[in-house]
């Protein structure tokens, strides 16, 4: 996409790109970190009218416990 926009434009948009891309997986990693601790919050946001978590996708599909899931 880089080489395609320095060609058709004669603009570097390299270094803006690969920010973008920094910043994206960044973002993807904290994502990971919430769904990492959905297990310690999940019963208390259902009890909230949450939506289902994964862990209660798990044990629902599954017929988990929660230890299990």
């Keep these: 996409m880089g080489y395609y926009t320095l060609k058709d434009k004669g603009f570097n948009s ?7 891309w920094v910043d994206l997986v960044e973002t993807y990693l ?3 970190n919430w769904l990492a601790d959905d297990m310690g919050t999940s019963l208390d946001e259902v009890e909230r009218g ?3 978590k994964s862990v209660q996708c798990y044990m629902n599909e599954n017929n988990a416990s929660e230890e299990e899931a």
Excluded: F, N, Q, S
């Excluded at 390299?14 to 973008?20: E, G, N």
């Design 14 to 20: 390299i270094p803006y790109l690969r920010k973008t």
């Design 30 to 32: 904290i994502e990971a």
């Design 50 to 52: 949450d939506v289902p």
